[in-house]
């Protein structure tokens, strides 16, 4: 009998490609009863609330579970409640366009440089000290830390509440493959822009399209420096570099090739480190990338109107129009066009698949994901042409995922720790602020990777005595929370959080009063793991 016997799942590719495969494995093979409808929704969501606890006891775990497989794999969108839709209305800076946004940078760097002169030492016209005073820093975050505060928001709060939970997984997943640092000058009013438009779209779509997408987003173009890379001898206009807002500042401005782009994208986003590739290759990548820019001229006269068109531009006066080696093959002049075919050709390279089946059995699978799978997400990559929605469907098919030694096995990260969290406690759309400082202690700041690798996935990055030290702490507090505002009560009557504890665990702390029962059933070890 098959864990889901009547689950078909079709999905369609944005190329068209239709899955022919079976839906499950059979019962043999996988975890069957509530344990498996839990893992599901650790593996493929932010852990389960209560709601979905009682709704697994109310239908059955196994009709729960096909039904919940469908909703987040059949291809159907899933409309986000009617409360998230109006607290998300209500954040205005996720409705700025690109040219807004940098419009938005150059208020606060305008506002920062007033409030350094003002603080300038009397009659000399420089800072009384060298550091930056604290005035520049607080009016430069009067214009920006709305923006990614709210940007921030709208991700937890998704996480937190949006029936659609593999989306939200895959968003974190994808951001992180495609890292950008909220801490570098004009991506921290675009991050949010960065993650709607060249992230979230693509998540359940096609590699090669989120691909081009992040290529051409500006939060990309000036994270990994493409906009300072130009051909030799390339001199940019002073005065359109002077008027125009997040442009680079003077000792920035383009000089000659810059290869952090191209190194990136075959090292992490396609190829990966052993992907065959040369140092030439490099070179030659970033010379084909040349002229993919971001127009900020284009942001100067759109800054404050409400047009959405984005801000990329191909500039051949930038480009680089010699012929190229790149791969074994000859690129001819062919200005934009050369840097889709390099898309292209990346996007459907087997080292590509590769790369991204191992990420993907990774996050959702094992730190060591078995190299089985591993070949078969490879090969459903290449054969769906990078369907990401097929591939995902295989991933959940496979044995590998449902097998007993791999539920429970994956040590979670602080980002989804604290998101289990408060969907375990029913907290559906709290302050954001003191959970993006809990986040920063833990080592994991939202949008704060420096590096382009992004946040490793595997336990050996967050395993330690200090991480665990700052989970428990986090534990306490929102047990006391409840406490104070008498909800314990209901959440043991609901069990949404303690359905995730081994017998063991749950008698353990049967005699402890509820409020501590919440303390030490979010800081145990059964509840660190997914």
């Not at 493929?44 to 009709?63: C, E, N, R, W, Y």
């Not at 459907?348 to 993907?360: C, V, Y």
Request: proline letters at 7%; glycine letters at 10%.
């Amino acid at each position: 009998m098959s864990l889901l016997p009547s689950l078909a799942l079709r999905a369609e590719g944005s190329m068209g490609t239709k899955s022919t495969s079976p839906a499950v494995p059979p019962a043999g093979q996988a975890h069957a009863g509530q344990q498996g409808a839990l893992h599901a929704l650790n593996r493929l969501g932010f852990g389960p609330t209560a709601v979905d606890v009682a709704a697994i006891a109310s239908q059955g775990p196994q009709a729960w579970l096909q039904d919940f497989l469908t909703q987040q794999l059949g291809g159907s969108p899933l409309n986000l409640p009617p409360a998230l839709q109006g607290q998300l209305a209500a954040m205005p800076t996720l409705q700025l366009s690109q040219g807004e946004l940098l419009s938005r940078f150059r208020q606060a760097a305008k506002a920062g440089r007033e409030a350094k002169r003002q603080a300038a030492a009397p009659g000399t016209g420089e800072p009384a000290n060298k550091a930056e005073p604290a005035e520049a820093q607080n009016a430069r975050r009067e214009f920006v830390r709305p923006v990614v505060l709210e940007a921030s928001s709208q991700r937890i709060w998704r996480a937190l509440q949006s029936p659609a939970q593999l989306e939200e997984v895959l968003v974190d997943f994808w951001f992180n493959h495609f890292n950008v640092f909220v801490g570098k000058g004009p991506v921290s009013v675009l991050v949010g822009s960065y993650e709607r438009e060249a992230i979230r779209p693509h998540v359940l779509g096609n590699f090669r399209q989120m691909l081009g997408a992040v290529a051409k987003h500006p939060a990309m173009l000036i994270y990994l420096d493409n906009v300072l890379s130009v051909a030799p001898g390339y001199r940019p206009p002073a005065r359109a570099l002077q008027s125009a807002p997040g442009a680079p500042p003077a000792a920035a401005r383009p000089t000659g090739l810059n290869e952090n782009y191209a190194r990136e994208l075959m090292e992490l986003h396609t190829l990966g480190v052993d992907g065959g590739y040369s140092q030439r290759d490099v070179t030659e990548l970033a010379r084909i990338f040349t002229g993919w820019t971001v127009n900020y001229r284009r942001a100067v006269i759109e800054g404050g109107g409400a047009n959405g068109a984005d801000l990329f531009e191909f500039d051949p006066r930038r480009h680089d129009g010699g012929s190229k080696q790149w791969l074994g093959r000859s690129v001819p002049p062919a200005g934009r066009a050369e840097g889709e075919m390099a898309l292209d050709v990346l996007a459907a390279h087997p080292a590509t698949a590769r790369h991204i089946a191992f990420k993907l059995a990774q996050a959702f699978v094992a730190d060591a994901p078995p190299p089985a799978l591993v070949q078969r997400l490879q090969a459903r990559f290449l054969e769906s042409r990078g369907d990401l929605r097929a591939l995902m469907r295989s991933l959940v098919e496979a044995e590998e995922f449902w097998q007993s030694a791999n539920i429970g096995a994956k040590f979670k990260t602080p980002y989804q720790y604290l998101l289990s969290s408060l969907r375990a406690l029913g907290v559906n759309a709290p302050e954001v602020g003191p959970l993006l400082g809990w986040l920063a202690q833990a080592g994991m700041p939202l949008y704060g990777a420096q590096t382009p690798d992004g946040y490793k996935a595997v336990a050996a990055a967050w395993m330690n005595a200090d991480a665990l030290a700052q989970r428990v702490q986090l534990a306490g507090n929102l047990a006391k929370r409840l406490s104070r505002s008498g909800d314990a009560a209901g959440l043991a009557a609901h069990g949404g959080l303690f359905a995730q504890l081994s017998a063991d665990t749950r008698t353990a702390i049967a005699k402890e009063p509820l409020a501590m029962q919440v303390a030490l059933a979010l800081g145990s070890p059964d509840f660190m793991r997914c």
